[in-house]
């Protein structure tokens, strides 16, 4: 088996891009957690650490948060957050993990052939969008790319962006994290792992900051991303 310290690199990988980029974190963590634990465990340990990702993030962009679209994405996502969250314990762990390659290929998809910007954006499909997420990320562990291609498309600048997306997200971990626990998806065999994890992610955060202001484009960035969530797709979905 490998050994757990390759996932901390991960966590702090994935915060640091996801700082740089807007999003991202929680497909590559998943992927990854999924190699350390049962595909059940991994959505408690990483909801905790998504949760505080969202918190440093809040802390560190708040001024730039759009607040009409963060009150209709909150309003719609949490309750479908709810529903989604309680069908995980009647789902089979395997139904989760082609799930997750699932939705990276969407994300692939939407990527290459540019299908947001096909796409008008009006207040029903915000609604549509904010259901679609909130259920997603509750099943899979995540769903941020239907968030991300309607921030895109209504203009939300690099910092609004961020911050817009991680207090939207912040309520929906919120809902996920009391339901996993009740479930015990995250309880004391693993809470040490989800703690250290925390630190990495943190860690992560700052630097991307740091980056985000010093440097100008992150193609770089976003290319190997990509290429990472391609190879994550395709050992969920065939291996």
Known sequence: MIDIFYF??????????????????????MATG??????????GITTLVFLTNNITKLALFRKHIDLKISKTFIL???????????LTIYIPAKGIQLGLGGMIVVYLLIKYLKIGSKLK??????????ILYGLITSLT?????IKAAVFI??????????GTFALTSMFVNITK??????YQYINSSNLEVALTAIVFCISGIFLGKYVLKKFISDKIFEYLVTALLGFSAAKLLFF
């Open 8 to 29: 901390y690199p991960t966590i702090f990988f994935a915060s640091f891009i996801s700082t740089i980029g807007g999003y991202g974190t929680g497909a590559l963590v």
């Open 34 to 43: 999924l190699m350390f634990f049962d595909a059940k465990e991994i959505l």
């Open 76 to 86: 719609w996502s949490v309750p479908a957050a709810v529903l989604g969250a309680s």
């Open 121 to 130: 954006v009006t207040q029903p499909v915000i609604r549509v969008a904010s």
């Open 141 to 145: 562990g995540t769903g941020g790319i």
């Open 153 to 162: 498309e209504v203009g939300l600048v690099k910092e609004a962006f961020i």
């Open 177 to 182: 994290l009391i339901i996993y626990s009740n």
